[in-house]
């Protein structure tokens, strides 16, 4: 067609000052790869002359479609013991014909958001989940098919610094035949028992001072069992116990006796 005017199936032009006639052919980008002709005809003495060329449609989109940022992108975890969750990096895509469909190759491993990717330039966000992975990557296709044929990868890798120290929990178990607010026993050679299980060293302090324990001031191994005894009679005594963490958990019991 003439530059600026709509295409047409045949033109007639004027050759120049040297015989040359020059047109210009438009191919659509959803064309097939075939082998394609032109025909040429002198329309003065009716003689032609037949050209082919070939029409290639690439649908790998390695020349076409581009993703930025390209190469590995890695995720790092908190901790030796734990990979990364809810952190999240964007890829952006060019080229081609959007809309762009993308799949990851472990898709329980990572959150896809704003895909399908609806113009050039746009971008998909990945978020992994905590899961560790190597090597992911993604398949990301164009309107017409075309195939980006080095996708960007993804990792998700435990970090480098030490894992937090687990917490154990920290529990005070009565001894059930030993007396409590609601069951006043006698105080004559009354002791009261607890085992104390979680994080060792474990303390207790007494509200009344004359309450002594064996075995007394910290103990250094879980579970430990406690014995309260010299108790003022008619007197609630309130039993704060704490456990080695930090911040150190608590737990409070009651004890009565009666003369």
Known sequence: SPP??????????????????????????TAATQI?????????????????FTIAQYINGSAVLSVIPTGTTTFNGPDTATCNAGSHATFYIFGGTPPYTVAATFPND??????PVQRSGAGFTVTPNGTCFTGMTFAITD????????????????GTAAPPPTTVPFRV??????????????CTGTTFRFTLT???PFSVVASDPNVTFVPSGSMTTAPAILAASNLTPNTTVTLTFGDGTTPQQLDIENIYCAP
């Open 143 to 158: 309107a017409t098919g075309r195939t980006l044929l080095s996708p960007p990868t993804v990792s998700n890798v435990p």
């Open 4 to 29: 600026g005017q709509a295409s047409v199936q045949t033109l007639t032009v004027t050759s120049d000052q040297n015989g040359n006639a020059t047109v210009r052919l438009l191919v659509p980008t």
């Open 36 to 52: 394609a002709s032109i025909r040429a005809t002198d329309v003065t003495s009716g003689s032609n002359v037949v050209g082919q």
């Open 173 to 186: 178990i009565p001894n059930q035949s030993d007396g409590s607010t609601s069951v006043k026993v006698n």
């Open 110 to 115: 990572v959150a896809l958001a704003g895909v």
């Open 198 to 200: 979680g994080t060792t």
